[in-house]
């Protein structure tokens, strides 16, 4: 027996949990998000209780499986995503009994502690979360997200000069002193300034929880530096900061040391967040069941790039999506979205013919000569416009536009800088770093 089988056969006598507390501690020192940690060590332990692991060599994919469908099946209802949840926190705790570490972002070798020689969970498939989808988060509109806003700033220091009870009950009766009235206007100022991050950066909460002042840069290209331990993907990526939302940014965290946390997230902001939407009149759930949530900020950042008009790519690259799919479906609400605007922006045809054969509206060229549909290389430069010209072998190609005077006027599409209030105009972003 060699060295290495021999400590693999020691760690077998050793308690399950207590392998379970070392992962844990690995874990902690990688620096990975608490909140992650804390549902890897709450699972693990769980699971390990309910199907009976005491020891490395019990652990075994058939009892896992088993103890997941009864808890689909009993009254807890697991969700298919909690599901796949437990599945990759056993593969990776396999995967780390076998020695795999990681040295930053997904590089990753071999050479750790083996505690076991082969991953029993290696493989262990997940199911199809679009089967079985719970709480389907809806993105919220323009005018609910200024609605939202505007009720988050105020709704602390409306609450508290509200009665509760009695003849007055509902009225806006109770004095504040300056210094209560001073705490809650800030304490709104900074909830609004959650959502408004959230809404124009895409970051998740447990994202928004981690930012600390030195992630922030206010320079020529203002953004944000996502630490690879505080991000879902572990990729560590660089989002650019729309310049107001870097202005009240930098107004915020004016005073603050650069290992400061940016936001004070509560542990209940969804229960707030519920609160705030009553307040701007905005419905929890929709006709369709669609849920409006923390996560649903994250929706409404990705819907409002497409309608924007942002391109797909540059979308995915946004929201640090390693699927395109995710982008243009689940993160994009197709409602929001102006199909009738995209089809009126289709070529016109017409159907009135003269004997020649030609239509009353041809296109042409600079040159008065018909245009060529496909150029036979492409062009050399593209410049783009309220006169769309394009210069390739051919000369100066026109933009494309009916002969008919009355059809000349140009088409207009609505993206976020025609929208609403300057504060929460959305525009496309892409960021410094792309997404893998």
């Given at each position: 027996?060699?060295?290495?089988?021999?400590?693999?056969?020691?760690?077998?006598?050793?308690?399950?949990?207590?392998?379970?507390?070392?992962?844990?501690?690995?874990?902690?020192?990688?620096?990975?998000?608490?909140?992650?940690?804390?549902?890897?060590?709450?699972?693990?332990?769980?699971?390990?209780?309910?199907?009976?692991?005491?020891?490395?060599c019990e652990m075994n994919v058939d009892s896992l499986q088993t103890w997941l469908a009864g808890q689909r099946d009993s009254e807890r209802a697991m969700s298919i995503a909690v599901h796949n949840g437990f599945v990759e926190v056993w593969v990776a705790f396999g995967n780390w009994c076998c020695g795999k570490r990681t040295t930053g972002g997904k590089r990753h070798h071999m050479n750790g502690e083996k505690r076991i020689l082969k991953n029993p969970f290696a493989g262990m498939g997940k199911l199809d979360v679009n089967m079985d989808r719970r709480r389907v988060a809806r993105a919220l509109t323009e005018d609910e997200l200024n609605r939202l806003l505007k009720a988050a700033r105020t709704r602390p220091v409306i609450s508290a000069q509200t009665v509760r009870n009695g003849p007055n009950k509902g009225q806006q009766l109770i004095a504040l002193s300056s210094e209560r009235r001073t705490?809650?206007?800030?304490?709104?100022?900074?909830?609004?300034?959650?959502?408004?991050?959230?809404?124009?950066?895409?970051?998740?909460?447990?994202?928004?929880?981690?930012?600390?002042?030195?992630?922030?840069?206010?320079?020529?290209?203002?953004?944000?530096?996502?630490?690879?331990?505080?991000?879902?993907?572990?990729q560590g990526s660089t989002l650019p900061l729309r310049s107001d939302l870097a202005a009240d940014l930098r107004k915020w965290v004016a005073g603050k040391e650069s290992t400061d946390r940016v936001f004070n997230v509560p542990a209940g902001?969804?229960?707030?967040?519920?609160?705030?939407?009553?307040?701007?009149?905005?419905?929890?759930?929709?006709a369709e069941g669609r849920v409006v949530h923390v996560h649903a900020l994250r929706h409404s950042f990705g819907t409002h790039l497409s309608r924007a008009g942002v391109a797909p790519r540059t979308a995915q690259a946004a929201m640090r999506h390693s699927n395109i799919a995710l982008t243009m479906t689940t993160y994009t609400d197709s409602r929001l979205l102006?199909?009738?605007?995209?089809?009126e922006s289709l070529p016109s045809f017409s159907l009135d013919f003269d004997e020649q054969g030609q239509t009353e509206h041809e296109y042409t060229i600079a040159s008065e000569q018909p245009?060529?549909?496909a150029p036979i290389v492409a062009p050399d430069s593209v410049q783009v416009g309220p006169d769309v010209s394009i210069t390739g072998p051919f000369g100066a190609i026109s933009e494309i536009s009916p002969s008919n005077p009355e059809t000349k006027k140009p088409r207009e599409t609505q993206g976020f800088e025609k929208c609403g209030r300057e504060d929460?105009?959305?525009?496309?972003?892409?960021?410094?770093?792309?997404s893998t």
């Amino acid at each position: 027996m060699t060295s290495d089988q021999a400590r693999i056969a020691d760690h077998q006598q050793v308690p399950l949990s207590k392998h379970i507390a070392d992962y844990v501690a690995y874990q902690t020192e990688q620096r990975r998000n608490a909140d992650y940690i804390q549902n890897c060590k709450t699972r693990l332990n769980e699971s390990a209780e309910g199907c009976g692991f005491k020891l490395l060599c019990e652990m075994n994919v058939d009892s896992l499986q088993t103890w997941l469908a009864g808890q689909r099946d009993s009254e807890r209802a697991m969700s298919i995503a909690v599901h796949n949840g437990f599945v990759e926190v056993w593969v990776a705790f396999g995967n780390w009994c076998c020695g795999k570490r990681t040295t930053g972002g997904k590089r990753h070798h071999m050479n750790g502690e083996k505690r076991i020689l082969k991953n029993p969970f290696a493989g262990m498939g997940k199911l199809d979360v679009n089967m079985d989808r719970r709480r389907v988060a809806r993105a919220l509109t323009e005018d609910e997200l200024n609605r939202l806003l505007k009720a988050a700033r105020t709704r602390p220091v409306i609450s508290a000069q509200t009665v509760r009870n009695g003849p007055n009950k509902g009225q806006q009766l109770i004095a504040l002193s300056s210094e209560r009235r001073t705490k809650l206007e800030r304490l709104g100022h900074e909830r609004a300034i959650i959502y408004k991050t959230a809404i124009l950066t895409g970051l998740r909460k447990s994202e928004l929880r981690t930012l600390t002042v030195g992630d922030l840069s206010f320079g020529d290209v203002p953004f944000v530096k996502l630490k690879h331990g505080n991000e879902k993907n572990r990729q560590g990526s660089t989002l650019p900061l729309r310049s107001d939302l870097a202005a009240d940014l930098r107004k915020w965290v004016a005073g603050k040391e650069s290992t400061d946390r940016v936001f004070n997230v509560p542990a209940g902001l969804l229960a707030i967040l519920d609160r705030d939407i009553a307040a701007a009149g905005i419905p929890k759930v929709d006709a369709e069941g669609r849920v409006v949530h923390v996560h649903a900020l994250r929706h409404s950042f990705g819907t409002h790039l497409s309608r924007a008009g942002v391109a797909p790519r540059t979308a995915q690259a946004a929201m640090r999506h390693s699927n395109i799919a995710l982008t243009m479906t689940t993160y994009t609400d197709s409602r929001l979205l102006d199909t009738s605007a995209a089809v009126e922006s289709l070529p016109s045809f017409s159907l009135d013919f003269d004997e020649q054969g030609q239509t009353e509206h041809e296109y042409t060229i600079a040159s008065e000569q018909p245009r060529v549909v496909a150029p036979i290389v492409a062009p050399d430069s593209v410049q783009v416009g309220p006169d769309v010209s394009i210069t390739g072998p051919f000369g100066a190609i026109s933009e494309i536009s009916p002969s008919n005077p009355e059809t000349k006027k140009p088409r207009e599409t609505q993206g976020f800088e025609k929208c609403g209030r300057e504060d929460l105009n959305l525009q496309g972003v892409a960021p410094t770093r792309p997404s893998t």
